[in-house]
């Protein structure tokens, strides 16, 4: 039944989190076929220029490879960059022309970046009519908000990372305020239907079953209960 096999496929992909940091393979092979294997229910990506913005685990460059995609990584640390062909720069000023590529994926960024909406813009920009833009991304207010320095988050980032770097001998990796942002659903909702260039075809939480969509139409519940954002949009 679809249901159950959502529910399996969410419980494996929750377990395979908890192995992020000591086996980092298995988690980001995983969640990188899975988000290959989403991408393509909107249409087959064989022969699909297919550029990652913010790339860094290679697992994805493999499972967009298998599904028969033309993979191009982007990232501002060059030494993220294990893959090749690879574009060093920042997501905000993508050296790409309007309408390049077929599909724009990021995962995992957004949350990242000071900017996060003219980072979202940059993605729609250079990805052609009738092309995807996909981009997932943590909000704040999940479990996992504040990534390693979570549940503490909820009391604040800047007491969260003090937190973590008393108990641990050194600041996060992801600081809150020059690493870390707080990046909220609803903000995302805003900005994929406020596009008069692209029309939003799925919306959902990205590690939950598909059925669990209704929550994002409840404001306070899905700002806690979505984890990750998963968002999808057609360029028009």
Not at 91 to 105: H, N
Not at 200 to 216: E, K, N, T, W
């Amino acid at each position: 039944r679809a249901d159950s096999a959502g529910l399996r496929r969410s419980a494996n992909l929750l377990r395979a989190f908890r192995v992020e940091q000591t086996d980092p393979a298995r988690f980001y092979g995983l969640l990188a076929r899975d988000s290959v294997r989403m991408v393509g229910e909107q249409g087959s990506l064989a022969g699909r220029t297919v550029l990652d913005v913010g790339a860094g685990p290679v697992q994805f460059a493999a499972a967009f490879a298998a599904a028969g995609a033309r993979y191009v990584a982007l990232d501002a640390d060059p030494a993220e960059l294990r893959t090749r062909p690879a574009i060093a720069a920042r997501g905000e000023r993508l050296p790409l022309a309007d309408r390049s590529v077929d599909v724009c994926f990021s995962s995992n960024v957004v949350e990242h970046v000071p900017a996060p909406w003219r980072f979202a813009d940059e993605l729609v920009r250079v990805t052609r009519s009738g092309g995807l833009v996909v981009l997932a991304y943590t909000n704040w207010l999940s479990p996992w908000g504040g990534h390693e320095t979570s549940p503490w988050h909820y009391l604040g980032g800047y007491p969260a990372a003090e937190r973590y770097g008393r108990r641990y001998g050194h600041p996060p990796k992801n600081r809150y305020g020059a690493g870390l942002y707080p990046v909220s659903v609803a903000a995302g909702l805003r900005w994929a239907t406020g596009r008069p260039d692209a029309e939003l075809v799925d919306a959902r939480p990205r590690y939950l079953p598909a059925y669990a969509r209704g929550l994002l139409r409840v404001p306070a519940l899905r700002e806690v209960a979505t984890w990750n954002l998963w968002l999808v949009l057609r360029r028009r």
